[in-house]
Nanobody, 126 residues
Framework: QVRLVESGGGLVQAGGSLRLSCGLSGRTFSLYPMGWFRQAPGKEREFVANINRSGGSTRYADSLKGRFTISRDNAKNTMYLQMNDLQSEDTAVYYC???????????????????WGQGTQVTVSS
């Protein structure tokens, strides 16, 4: 059974940075394309970024390009999301997800992911 656990969320001032981590256990991490999503209060869950199995291909929501960076370390079974210049609109619960798709399968829809973490809260104060 795949288990995902996020960490690294917290309270940060506008303009600050955070790095989220997502660890996968129960299966071989490198077999899963991964993604980050977020959900703000009263809003639908939205795509943030994804990464293929090797880490060589990434994709971002257009509004986040240049501020967020997704990466993974297959040796450590961990995916990361570096978030810079955080703004109040980035306040949300951030979720990591894994999909059983193929090597370069990097979907942006939440329904295409098979496994989810419990989420980590990111709050940006202005």
């Amino acid at each position: 059974q795949v288990r995902l656990v996020e960490s690294g969320g917290g309270l940060v001032q506008a303009g600050g940075s955070l790095r989220l981590s997502c660890g996968l256990s129960g299966r071989t991490f490198s077999l899963y394309p991964m993604g980050w999503f977020r959900q703000a209060p009263g809003k639908e869950r939205e795509f943030v970024a994804n990464i293929n199995r090797s880490g060589g291909s990434t994709r971002y929501a257009d509004s986040l390009k240049g501020r967020f960076t997704i990466s993974r370390d297959n040796a450590k079974n961990t995916m990361y999301l570096q978030m810079n210049d955080l703004q109040s609109e980035d306040t949300a619960v951030y979720y990591c997800a894994a999909t059983s798709g193929g090597y370069d399968y990097t979907p942006h829809r939440a329904l295409d992911y098979d496994y989810w973490g419990q989420g980590t809260q990111v709050t940006v104060s202005s």
